[in-house]
Every structure is written in structure tokens, then in C-alpha cells.
């Protein structure tokens, strides 16, 4: 669960190839949870749970347990309170991060996330000096299909406001608010969507040298083990 697609898919084969699977369900389990004590349990009419149990069945989560967590967040079943949590920080050569977690400690929560930084050579940044180098957008991701000019044409008069590809994936950006809609359109189509997500994205991504990229790398890899965070924004790009 990450922000940047490219870290997404490195971080989402890692999930797969080891031993966090339970890690990532209850991560997945938490984001269910908050979404549907947000909005309701009715993914028709709550966009933010139709994504999270999309993600969670991305990942093999059981039926079972993708209802289990949306009775709790709907008060159906007895679950631990928890909240969303939006960290501003900086990795090493301040680098600006947004963190997002869902916890039901907040002091434990900003505790472990500061020492992860401290030990990265990061450090705790003030609230508003980070969130505005970012922007809220919806993203698509297709992979290994590139999309054709007569879906590009559609895909931009419904809204989509960029098209990105890195290697054999294509992602589509577009407002928040659009991006039920061009899913639709991306699907009747006859494309397979890989991933759909609202993300913060930079205004102004960076690309670094292949050393600070890999410390950054090993820094997103301890905070992802870190049991509640949820997404990892960086401006760096992958």
C-alpha cells in the first residue's frame, strides 16, 4: 500500500514473495474498517471502501475477512477505534515524505514512525510544511496495456487530466472525483484495470542518484513493516 505507482508494485510483489501476507491483510483489514465507519458499508455509495476491498481482493484477502472488517467498521461488530493519521516528515537530504496510518494509538503510532525516520537520517517535519508539495488525484493503473487513441480521446473528454508510462504500465490521472466514472469507461472498453487509488502525488517529482534511491528504498521498507502504516508518499520518482 503505497503512494507512487512504481513503489506500489515493488512493494506489492515483495507482499507476495514473503512472509508479510498477514501483515499487508491487516493493514488492508484497517483501511476497510475506517472507510466503512466513514461512509457506510454499501461500496455502491462509498467509493473509498469500493477501493480498499478492491485492493484487498488484489491481494487474495478472503471474502470472510473483507466482511468481517466492514461490520466493524460499521458497528455491527465489536472492533478496536481507530483513526487516520497524516504525517508530514523528511528523509535524508530533506526529502519531503507524506505518511498516512490508521491506528488505535496515536502516540504509539508517531512514536515508532519517528524512530524509523531518526534511524534513516529523517526527521518529524511541522503540519502544512510538506501536504502542499502534493496533490490529491486520482490514479488508474493499466499494466502491460497501453491504451489507444480513441480511449485516450474519451478517457480525456470525461476528465482524465495526464497519461504516464513507465515500462509496460500505463496510468491515467485525473481529479478524485472523476475517477469512478473513467473506470467505467476504461472497462467497458475492455481493459483490465491493475490498480485504482486516491493518492497524493507530487507537483514537482525528483528524480536522484541510484544510492540515495536505494537508502530511500530501505527507508520505505521499514516504515511499510511498521504495522500501521498505510501509504508512503515521496516526491522521488522510482
Not at 472497462?187 to 530511500?216: C, D, M, Q
Request: net charge negative; charged share 30%.
Amino acid at each position: 500500500m503505497s503512494g507512487h505507482s512504481k513503489w506500489s508494485q515493488i512493494k506489492n510483489k515483495k507482499a507476495s514473495t514473503d512472509a508479510k501476507r498477514s501483515a499487508v491483510f491487516s493493514k488492508l483489514t484497517a483501511f476497510i474498517t475506517v472507510a466503512a465507519r466513514e461512509k457506510g458499508g454499501d461500496m455502491n455509495s462509498n467509493p473509498k471502501l469500493r477501493m480498499a476491498v478492491e485492493k484487498a481482493k488484489s491481494f487474495n484477502m478472503p471474502a470472510d475477512n473483507i466482511e468481517r472488517a466492514i461490520k466493524k467498521g460499521t458497528g455491527e461488530l465489536e472492533g478496536l477505534v481507530l483513526e487516520e493519521l497524516f504525517i508530514e516528515a523528511y528523509a535524508a537530504n530533506g526529502k519531503p515524505l507524506l505518511i498516512t496510518a490508521i491506528t488505535d494509538n496515536k502516540n504509539r503510532t508517531i512514536s515508532e514512525i519517528k524512530h524509523i525516520l531518526n534511524s534513516f537520517e529523517g526527521k518529524m517535519a511541522n503540519s502544512g510544511s510538506v501536504k502542499w508539495l502534493f496533490e490529491e488525484k486520482g490514479q488508474i493503473i493499466l499494466e502491460e496495456q497501453k491504451i489507444n487513441d480513441e480511449l485516450e480521446l474519451s478517457l480525456i473528454e470525461s476528465g482524465a487530466e495526464d497519461f504516464k508510462e513507465e515500462g509496460e504500465t500505463s496510468i491515467i490521472i485525473c481529479k478524485p472525483e472523476n475517477l469512478e466514472k473513467l473506470k467505467e469507461i476504461i472497462i467497458k472498453s475492455g481493459y483490465k484495470i491493475s490498480e485504482s487509488s486516491v493518492a497524493f502525488l507530487p507537483k514537482n517529482p525528483e528524480v536522484v542518484a541510484e544510492a540515495e534511491r536505494e537508502h530511500l528504498e530501505k527507508l520505505f521498507e521499514a516504515l511499510d513493516d511498521q504495522q500501521d502504516v498505510a501509504e508512503i508518499y515521496s516526491t522521488i520518482t522510482f
